[in-house]
Nanobody
Framework: QVQVVESGGGLVQAGGSLRLSCAAS????????MGWYRQAPGNQRDLVAR???????NYADSVKGRFIVSRDNGENTVALQMNSLKVEDTAVYYC??????????????WGQGTQVTVSS
């Protein structure tokens, strides 16, 4: 079992920046990836960015060039630096861990979510 806890988020004006943090605990030796999803009202929950344990990153097209996913303070932590925020970035942001099982990995535990609101 792996648990994740997010922090950060809040209200910011368009064009501003916010930083989200996430820490995983428990059976962290099996972590293969950590990532951020977001869900706006009426929308599905979509992947925003992910960080693999080998350092590779992936981003949704909508956030490329504006958001940066990186390791935070410690091995089982991940941060999401969000710059040049837009109103359409408003959503609940969730941290999630991917766990290794043999030669493959799968997305597993979710955090509780943190609200990000961007005002115009």
């Amino acid at each position: 079992q792996v648990q994740v806890v997010e922090s950060g988020g809040g209200l910011v004006q368009a064009g501003g920046s916010l930083r989200l943090s996430c820490a995983a605990s428990g059976s962290t030796a099996s972590i293969a990836a950590m990532g951020w999803y977001r869900q706006a009202p009426g929308n599905q929950r979509d992947l925003v960015a992910r960080l693999m344990t080998d350092g590779r990153t992936n981003y949704a097209d909508s956030v490329k060039g504006r958001f940066i996913v990186s390791r935070d303070n410690g091995e089982n932590t991940v941060a999401l630096q969000m710059n040049s925020l837009k109103v359409e970035d408003t959503a609940v942001y969730y941290c999630r861990v991917g766990l290794r099982m043999g030669s493959v990995w799968y997305w597993d535990s979710w955090g509780q979510g943190t609200q990000v609101t961007v005002s115009s």
